[in-house]
């Protein structure tokens, strides 16, 4: 059976009100980049950009929320496709192994992103 | 003549199920898919369907028809054949008795799971529970529905987990109690709502709107369950 355990917020409420609060800085934050670079930039201005803090935080929050969003809405199509339901144990075995890579990807993008931002 | 193309499957006699063909000269007449399926049946006495009040009352026989839900009763040829070819199968995603009669085990116990009766503990007045006209009003557009079935059997999310999202059916008369102003059990029944599957596996496609043969608006009333439990958590 599928459970909601490795859903994000464990109620539908909590991932409903993350996803729209997550999309909602998602496209701020690309609107901000675009914006950026529409406005035109070179290398000088570009680090100058993100030497400041306040770019630093906007860009982990932007991060943290892409991981969030993708979390919560590959969780729903992996729901919907690999369960007991429609393929047996090999359903669950299926969903929980993607879930642990998917999990592993999005932590990696978070630390790399980390590193970026502070590393350099 | 017609072209119509039928469902068959009977299992105790077959290893899976077929399309049978048939042709029937119609005379012309813009008849209702049900009329086909019983001149059909008078031709083959084994077809096999569900209908009962033959007039988009009783919720009996939706089916499948060129792709898409209806009841056959209330179905005109006009509405549904192209290319003078008419293919009619089960509802989707239930599991078939033979040919078009589906089990609607799934359906019911999801429609059980929102307790679809009103629920006032309250001392019962000497007459009657009395509504004004404005909340009763709020009733219209939930209370029609006949649960045929068509927009819960047309739900991708209810083919994918019949088990566990509520579907648009339910749901509707999940929030006909909701809204119903003499009924006092309403956090109750959201608490009962608020897991990621029963509600929240609505994407708002809208096929559901689309099939019902009621023209009610089950996607509508869903957004008024997803309101109330965003308020009730905020
Ligand atoms: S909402 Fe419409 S389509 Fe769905 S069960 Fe009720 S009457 Fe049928
Ligand atoms: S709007 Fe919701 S309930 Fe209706 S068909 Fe789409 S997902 Fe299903
Ligand atoms: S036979 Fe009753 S609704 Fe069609």
Same mark, same amino acid.
């Given at each position: 059976?599928?459970?909601?355990?490795?859903?994000?917020?464990?109620?539908?409420?909590?991932?409903?009100?993350?996803?729209?609060?997550?999309?909602?800085?998602?496209?701020?934050?690309?609107?901000?980049?675009?914006?950026?670079?529409?406005?035109?930039?070179?290398?000088?201005?570009?680090?100058?950009?993100?030497?400041?803090?306040?770019?630093?935080?906007?860009?982990?929050?932007?991060?943290?929320?892409?991981?969030?969003?993708?979390?919560?809405?590959?969780?729903?199509?992996?729901?919907?496709?690999?369960?007991?339901?429609?393929?047996?144990?090999?359903?669950?075995?299926?969903?929980?192994?993607?879930?642990?890579?998917?999990?592993?990807?999005?932590?990696?993008?978070?630390?790399?992103?980390?590193?970026?931002?502070?590393?350099? | 003549?017609?072209?119509?193309?039928?469902?068959?499957?009977?299992?105790?006699?077959?290893?899976?199920?077929?399309?049978?063909?048939?042709?029937?000269?119609?005379?012309?007449?813009?008849?209702?898919?049900?009329?086909?399926?019983?001149?059909?049946?008078?031709?083959?006495?084994?077809?096999?369907?569900?209908?009962?009040?033959?007039?988009?009352?009783?919720?009996?026989?939706?089916?499948?028809?060129?792709?898409?839900?209806?009841?056959?009763?209330?179905?005109?040829?006009?509405?549904?054949?192209?290319?003078?070819?008419?293919?009619? =199968?089960?509802?989707?995603?239930?599991?078939?008795?033979?040919?078009?009669?589906?089990?609607?085990?799934?359906?019911?116990?999801?429609?059980?799971?929102?307790?679809?009766?009103?629920?006032?503990?309250?001392?019962?007045?000497?007459?009657?529970?009395?509504?004004?006209?404005?909340?009763?009003?709020?009733?219209?557009?939930?209370?029609?529905?006949?649960?045929?079935?068509?927009?819960?059997?047309?739900?991708?999310?209810?083919?994918?987990?019949?088990?566990?999202?509520?579907?648009?059916?339910?749901?509707?008369?999940?929030?006909?109690?909701?809204?119903?102003? =003499?009924?006092?059990?309403?956090?109750?029944?959201?608490?009962?709502?608020?897991?990621?599957?029963?509600?929240?596996?609505?994407?708002?496609?809208?096929?559901?709107?689309?099939?019902?043969?009621?023209?009610?608006?089950?996607?509508?009333?869903?957004?008024?369950?997803?309101?109330?439990?965003?308020?009730?958590?905020?």
């Amino acid at each position: 059976m599928v459970t909601a355990a490795t859903s994000y917020g464990r109620s539908g409420v909590a991932d409903w009100i993350a996803q729209r609060v997550s999309g909602i800085i998602l496209l701020a934050y690309f609107l901000f980049i675009g914006y950026v670079l529409l406005s035109g930039v070179d290398y000088a201005s570009w680090k100058a950009l993100f030497a400041q803090t306040w770019v630093k935080i906007f860009s982990l929050m932007a991060v943290l929320s892409l991981a969030a969003h993708a979390w919560i809405g590959l969780w729903s199509v992996l729901t919907d496709y690999l369960t007991e339901r429609m393929m047996g144990t090999t359903g669950n075995v299926l969903r929980l192994v993607l879930q642990v890579l998917i999990g592993i990807t999005l932590f990696v993008y978070v630390v790399w992103t980390v590193q970026i931002l502070w590393g350099y | 003549m017609l072209q119509v193309s039928i469902y068959r499957y009977n299992p105790e006699s077959d290893d899976k199920p077929y399309m049978q063909d048939f042709q029937l000269d119609t005379g012309g007449k813009d008849i209702m898919v049900l009329d086909v399926l019983e001149q059909l049946k008078a031709q083959d006495t084994t077809i096999s369907y569900r209908r009962s009040c033959r007039e988009g009352v009783c919720g009996s026989d939706g089916l499948n028809m060129n792709g898409k839900n209806g009841l056959a009763c209330i179905t005109p040829l006009s509405a549904t054949v192209k290319n003078n070819k008419l293919v009619i =199968r089960p509802l989707p995603g239930l599991p078939v008795i033979r040919d078009l009669v589906v089990d609607m085990g799934m359906f019911y116990s999801q429609y059980e799971k929102v307790q679809p009766y009103l629920q006032n503990d309250t001392p019962a007045p000497a007459i009657e529970r009395l509504q004004s006209p404005e909340d009763r009003a709020k009733l219209d557009g939930l209370y029609e529905c006949i649960l045929c079935a068509c927009c819960s059997t047309s739900c991708p999310s209810f083919w994918w987990n019949p088990d566990r999202f509520i579907g648009p059916a339910g749901l509707l008369q999940s929030y006909r109690f909701l809204a119903d102003s =003499r009924d006092t059990v309403t956090e109750e029944r959201l608490a009962k709502l608020d897991d990621p599957f029963s509600v929240f596996r609505c994407h708002g496609i809208q096929n559901c709107v689309n099939v019902c043969p009621k023209g009610l608006n089950p996607t509508r009333a869903i957004g008024h369950i997803r309101n109330m439990l965003v308020a009730r958590a905020t």
